[in-house]
């Protein structure tokens, strides 16, 4: 569609058309409020630390996990939009998983968040694909040679997450603490856990 | 419930160490601008009121972002959002499945 609506800065744009829609009855401003505070402050990597520390720690949680992506995160409480069909690949240092949406910015939210600004990028969505070894050196992860990379398409069907390797030197840490090692980069791919 | 200012209160921004420090996911701001979550929050709302399928949402954002991406070869997610008002010749380009081929998918 062009309009000349297209034209208007997006952040008059939004207003424009939020007003309308509150003012027709459409939607209403708690609703929205509510998806962008929760978004804000309630969802976020942390929740994804949560799954990856359990599952570091408990074998036939991590084996569920890998089964049924959703339906074990589901278990720890964590639902909702984009979380529909989560798949969790687990990383190795032979092989490393490395996740993109090559066509807009599909994510599993429910264990991320909102994804970051670099992720949304097209250099970042068509790159990672033709050269992922030098996309990830550049985020500071240089893999040997002999690690394989695998690229993965996240997409309304399937929307993906990585397991990250289990660093070593964290083996007497808690769950808790593991939580706090894991980052949402290593769960994108783009790093991978350091040891603590 | 938000603060007096909401959404559109500068401090929202500016305020980056304090008790009032907006949330941030790995160091990064979830909304870069007041207008994303309005825009956001909108999306979401009327997906819930039953007025907007997600599936036709998405296909819609793909078809901006493909026609976009096809005027602006060299261009970033950033200004995506801010100039593909601005420039109409952003229209009417290839669809961005044709420009790229999705990677095989692992069978997990």
Same mark, same amino acid.
């Given at each position: 569609?062009? !309009?000349?609506?297209?034209?208007?800065? /997006?952040?008059?744009?939004?207003?424009?058309?939020?007003?309308?829609?509150?003012?027709?009855?459409?939607?209403? =401003?708690? !609703?929205?409020?509510?998806?962008?505070?929760?978004?804000?402050?309630?969802?976020?990597?942390?929740?994804?630390?949560?799954?990856?520390?359990?599952?570091? !720690?408990? *074998?036939?949680?991590?084996?569920?996990?890998?089964?049924?992506?959703?339906?074990?995160?589901?278990?720890?409480?964590?639902?909702? $939009? =984009?979380?529909?069909?989560?798949?969790?690949?687990?990383? !190795?240092?032979?092989?490393?998983?490395?996740?993109?949406?090559?066509?807009?910015?599909?994510? *599993?939210?429910?264990?991320?968040?909102? #994804? $970051?600004?670099?992720?949304?990028? *097209?250099?970042? &969505?068509? &790159?990672?694909?033709?050269? /992922?070894?030098?996309?990830?050196?550049?985020?500071?992860?240089?893999?040997? %040679?002999?690690?394989?990379?695998?690229?993965?398409?996240?997409?309304?069907?399937?929307?993906?997450?990585?397991? #990250?390797?289990? *660093?070593?030197?964290?083996? &007497?840490?808690?769950? %808790?603490?593991?939580?706090?090692?894991?980052?949402?980069?290593?769960?994108?791919?783009?790093?991978?856990?350091?040891?603590? | 419930?938000?603060?007096?200012?909401?959404?559109?209160?500068?401090?929202?921004?500016?305020?980056?160490?304090?008790?009032?420090?907006?949330?941030?996911?790995? +160091?990064?701001?979830?909304?870069?601008?007041?207008?994303?979550?309005?825009?956001? +929050?909108?999306?979401?709302?009327?997906?819930?009121?039953?007025?907007?399928?997600?599936?036709?949402?998405?296909?819609?954002?793909?078809?901006?972002?493909?026609?976009?991406?096809?005027?602006?070869?060299?261009?970033?997610? +950033?200004?995506?959002?801010?100039?593909?008002?601005?420039?109409?010749?952003?229209? +009417?380009?290839?669809?961005?499945?044709?420009?790229?081929?999705?990677?095989?998918?692992?069978?997990?």
């Amino acid at each position: 569609m062009t !309009t000349g609506a297209d034209r208007i800065d /997006p952040a008059l744009r939004a207003e424009a058309l939020a007003s309308l829609l509150i003012e027709r009855g459409l939607v209403d =401003q708690a !609703t929205m409020d509510n998806f962008i505070k929760t978004y804000e402050q309630s969802v976020g990597p942390m929740n994804g630390a949560r799954v990856v520390a359990r599952a570091w !720690t408990d *074998p036939e949680y991590e084996e569920r996990l890998l089964a049924d992506g959703t339906a074990a995160i589901a278990e720890m409480g964590f639902k909702g $939009p =984009q979380g529909e069909h989560i798949v969790v690949l687990r990383n !190795t240092p032979q092989v490393h998983h490395v996740v993109v949406c090559t066509l807009c910015s599909c994510y *599993p939210w429910p264990v991320l968040g909102l #994804p $970051p600004s670099w992720y949304k990028d *097209p250099s970042y &969505r068509s &790159r990672i694909v033709r050269e /992922p070894r030098a996309v990830l050196a550049e985020f500071g992860l240089e893999l040997g %040679d002999d690690v394989e990379i695998r690229v993965v398409d996240s997409s309304s069907e399937v929307r993906y997450m990585v397991l #990250p390797v289990r *660093p070593a030197g964290a083996e &007497r840490l808690s769950e %808790d603490e593991l939580a706090a090692l894991v980052t949402r980069d290593a769960m994108v791919g783009v790093a991978e856990v350091a040891a603590p | 419930m938000n603060a007096p200012g909401g959404h559109a209160d500068p401090a929202y921004l500016l305020d980056s160490s304090g008790p009032a420090a907006p949330p941030r996911d790995n +160091g990064e701001l979830v909304f870069a601008a007041p207008w994303e979550s309005r825009a956001f +929050g909108l999306a979401l709302a009327l997906n819930e009121a039953g007025l907007i399928e997600w599936e036709d949402f998405r296909r819609a954002l793909i078809r901006e972002i493909g026609a976009w991406e096809a005027a602006h070869p060299s261009g970033r997610a +950033g200004t995506h959002r801010q100039r593909q008002g601005a420039d109409r010749s952003a229209r +009417g380009g290839r669809p961005c499945r044709d420009a790229r081929r999705p990677p095989r998918r692992p069978r997990p």
